[in-house]
Structure formats: structure tokens, C-alpha cells
């Protein structure tokens, strides 16, 4: 059953820690995308990768940080640095052949105590 | 910046009427455009895209849009909506040789049967 895995569903973050989210795809995509969710403000985008061992900032990147070192995994760490965290954070992924036709995760939402 | 802009943010309809949703973006090149559909409880899914040819193009649940390219806008349009149809919808434009999309901020279409 191919798809997409965003695992946890719910994350809470105590303040001063990071947190990572995991993205986890098997539809053999070379791109992957990390969107942060709020509401009224639709997707804002903070990292993609294009390839292994490659990733670009996105409009919102600061306060997080991102890792591709296999094709199929693309985590996104929620840093200290982040003030305010609280959101839905949803990952994508997609072919290059067929640019910006993404396939979304089922999300996490991620909360600070 | 290229930005998406949507410009309905909540629409109330009864079945059986007409809806338009409007987008509109902001970049002076060559763009993709995309619709986006989340239905209550489930992932983002694409609803529509635009590439190049014929400016109307359909999507899935007989939905259309519509671009236009001196307006800049990419609206789109359902003849009669259904309960069913009830879900938030995005606009996305996708720069030309570009990975990087960019979504609207989402309209919410309540539909009452």
C-alpha cells in the first residue's frame, strides 16, 4: 500500500526542546516537502529536497532544520529556535516528472506545553 | 515575492447552486497551476492542474477551472455543488523549472443540503 507516513500524530514540545518529525515515503519519489499548516494562512512551505543529500529553505525556514539522507525518509527537526511551533505540519512528496503534483501525509500536529 | 492569493476565505452554499472560487498570483512568468481539495478527515488531494494547452481544463467530481492568463487567475467552478463537496480548497501555482509550490490560504465551502 504506497503512500505516505508522518508519524507522530500528535507531538507536544516543552519549551527549550527540539522535536523531529518523521516523513517516511514508499512511492519511490525523488522529491519531498515539508508545509507548515495554520489556520487562515493556507500551506507555508519551509524545506523540499530534490534529491538525496540535497534540501532548499523554503519561505518559513528559520527555527527548523531537515536532513535527506535516503530517498525514502525526509525528518524536519522543530528547534528551540522555533517561538512558535504550534501547528500542523504536513509532509509531501512527488515525482519529478510530474512537478507539483504532491501526495500528501496525513499530517502531524504539534503543540507546545 | 510570488505569492497565491485567494480571495474567498468562507462560502456557504446550498446543493444545487453554482460555486466560483477566485484565485489570483502574483509572477510574470510561465507557471503550472493546481487545485487542491482537503474533505473533512482526509489528506490533501489534487483536485486539478493546468500545465499548458486548452486554459479550461476538468478535474475529478466534475469540477473545472479556468486560466486566464492576463488576469493572472486561476478561478475555479462547479455547476452544482453537493453536500459532498463540503471541503477546504487551495490554490497552488508552481514557478516554471521550479520545485517550489506555493499554495493560497485555503477557502472553506460549506455546503448544506
Known amino acids: 500500500d504506497g503512500g505516505i507516513t508522518q508519524s507522530p500524530k500528535y507531538l507536544f514540545r516543552k519549551e527549550g526542546q527540539n522535536v523531529t518529525l518523521s516523513c517516511e515515503q514508499n512511492?519511490?519519489?525523488?522529491?519531498m516537502y515539508w508545509y507548515r499548516q495554520d489556520p487562515g494562512q493556507g500551506l507555508r512551505l519551509i524545506y523540499y529536497?530534490?534529491?538525496?543529500?540535497?534540501?532548499q529553505k523554503g519561505d518559513i525556514a528559520e527555527g527548523y532544520s531537515v536532513s535527506r539522507e535516503k530517498k525514502e525518509s525526509f525528518p524536519l527537526t522543530v528547534t528551540s529556535a522555533q517561538k512558535n511551533p504550534t501547528a500542523f505540519y504536513l509532509c509531501?512528496?512527488?515525482?519529478?516528472?510530474?512537478?507539483?503534483?504532491?501526495?500528501f501525509g496525513s499530517g502531524t500536529q504539534l503543540s507546545v506545553l | 515575492a510570488q505569492s497565491v492569493s485567494q480571495h474567498n476565505h468562507h462560502v456557504i452554499l446550498s446543493e444545487a447552486a453554482s460555486l466560483e472560487l477566485g484565485c489570483n498570483y502574483s509572477?510574470?512568468?510561465?507557471?503550472?497551476l493546481f487545485w487542491y481539495v482537503q474533505y473533512p478527515g482526509q489528506h490533501l488531494q489534487l483536485l486539478l492542474k493546468?500545465?499548458?494547452?486548452?486554459?479550461l481544463v476538468k478535474g475529478i467530481k466534475g469540477f473545472e477551472a479556468e486560466f486566464i492568463k492576463s488576469k493572472f487567475s486561476f478561478n475555479l467552478r462547479k455547476p452544482s455543488v453537493q453536500w459532498s463537496d463540503t471541503a477546504e480548497y487551495f490554490c497552488?501555482?508552481?514557478?516554471?523549472?521550479?520545485?517550489?509550490?506555493?499554495f493560497g490560504s485555503g477557502t472553506r465551502l460549506l455546503v448544506r443540503p
Open positions: 509531501a512528496s512527488s515525482a519529478l516528472s510530474v512537478q507539483g503534483e504532491l501526495f
Open positions: 493546468y500545465f499548458s494547452g486548452d486554459p
Open positions: 497552488a501555482v508552481l514557478m516554471a523549472s521550479s520545485y517550489k509550490l506555493i
Open positions: 529536497s530534490q534529491i538525496v543529500n540535497d534540501f
Open positions: 509572477y510574470g512568468g510561465t507557471v503550472n
Open positions: 512511492l519511490n519519489h525523488d522529491a
